[in-house]
């Protein structure tokens, strides 16, 4: 072999070797990048969530304050039976994410304002229970311009307000008092309640207490519409390990054999890959503080997946946003554009080899 044909095939071993490295530099570092900007996307929607569900829960608290500061000044006369359903229905009206509304005095007596269609043209139910000087349950309800549908006596009915854990929650604080996550037992939907204790404005005693039923299903819808990838997915999970939201609403609740509604758990296993991320925390949920953001990577169902979790800052509610995504995901359009860089330099390689022969072959005839 001449010289010149060497020389012609080791330039293109050389130019192969170059492309092949350049490849290999910029596929491994372009992955690094993506891997980067993944795992901050699923932290930065775990903040972004965190924020929503705060923003949400807000409204309910300033509500419950309210409603605590108009009774104890006097401006919102809680005897005032008419009135207070008013100031209930309009504050429904104001607040798409509040359940229902209610009062329940040391007597027994109780008012609730909540939301209901169960009769026909009806959106709001008013229960109101009066205790002297006897026993009265009336059930009450009205269309969305709060003009009466139907009504009934509930004679049967037993609640008493004293015995619930809102109620005694909030005498027991002195101040406005959360619940955990529950199952509420009318609409069987996932809610929490505020309370807060109502004093007499002129002798200062405690007489009853104001809760507030938020509706936490708005907290799965706005999971399901977040656009985190193609496989990603996202839930709120309270300390206890239960589900209270997430990106597919079916997994929230789980019915017991008897009928029973509860919350799924992570132990339930309806979501593996969550269980999986929350399992790869450090000392657990309870080991994270408020506000505090962890990222992580995990292997699960025979793959590598980014997850990202946070606490929310609340005291209040010691709940946990997990977002989770796998990695092929993210590394997918880039496998595409290594395969398709591949085939391109193959070709490169083999269209400058066949020119190189060429071209080696001719200046040979041409020196014989």
């Known amino acids: 072999m001449s010289r010149r044909l060497t020389l012609v095939i080791g330039l293109v071993a050389l130019q192969a070797l170059a492309l092949v490295v350049v490849l290999g530099i910029s596929y491994f570092t372009s992955q690094d990048e993506l891997l980067d900007y993944a795992e901050g996307l699923a932290a930065r929607i775990a903040s972004d969530t965190t924020a929503y569900t705060e923003d949400f829960l807000d409204p309910a608290n300033d509500a419950a304050d309210l409603s605590y500061r108009l009774a104890e000044t006097g401006v919102l006369d809680p005897t005032?039976?008419?009135?207070?359903t008013r100031y209930f229905f309009e504050t429904l009206r104001v607040q798409e994410q509040f359940a229902g509304i209610y009062y329940g005095v040391d007597n027994g007596d109780f008012l609730y304002v909540s939301r209901d269609g169960a009769e026909d043209g009806a959106d709001f139910r008013v229960k109101e229970i009066i205790t002297r000087p006897r026993r009265i349950v009336d059930?009450?309800?009205?269309?969305?311009?709060?003009?009466?549908?139907?009504?009934?006596?509930?004679?049967?009915?037993?609640?008493?307000?004293?015995?619930?854990?809102?109620?005694?929650?909030a005498l027991e604080a002195g101040g406005a008092s959360w619940t955990s996550p529950y199952i509420f037992f009318t609409s069987k939907k996932p809610g929490i309640t505020v309370s807060v204790p109502v004093d007499d404005p002129l002798t200062g005693e405690t007489q009853g207490a104001i809760g507030v039923d938020i509706?936490?299903?708005?907290?799965?819808?706005?999971?399901?519409?977040?656009?985190?990838?193609?496989?990603?997915?996202?839930?709120?999970?309270?300390?206890t390990g239960d589900i209270i939201a997430h990106s597919d609403p079916a997994l929230v609740a789980t019915t017991e054999a008897n009928g029973t509604v509860r919350f799924s758990t992570l132990s339930d296993g309806g979501d593996p890959i969550l269980t999986q991320a929350v399992a790869e925390m450090d000392a657990g949920l309870e080991g994270l503080f408020p506000g505090e953001v962890r990222v992580s990577r995990f292997r699960a169902d025979g793959e590598v997946w980014l997850g990202a979790v946070q606490r929310l800052q609340l005291e209040r509610t010691p709940w946990t946003v997990v977002t989770y995504l796998p990695q092929s995901d993210i590394l997918e359009p880039l496998w595409r554009?290594?395969?398709?860089?591949?085939w391109v330099a193959v070709l490169a390689l083999l269209a400058t080899a066949a020119l190189g022969l060429l071209y080696g072959g001719a200046v040979m005839r041409s020196r014989q």
Do not use: C, H, M
């Open 139 to 169: 059930l009450a309800w009205y269309n969305e311009g709060f003009r009466l549908i139907s009504d009934r006596k509930e004679p049967e009915d037993d609640y008493d307000p004293r015995i619930r854990p809102w109620y005694n929650n």
């Open 215 to 239: 509706g936490i299903e708005a907290l799965s819808r706005f999971l399901e519409d977040l656009q985190i990838s193609p496989n990603g997915s996202a839930a709120i999970v309270a300390e």
């Open 337 to 342: 554009l290594r395969n398709t860089a591949i």
């Open 80 to 84: 005032d039976r008419e009135k207070l």
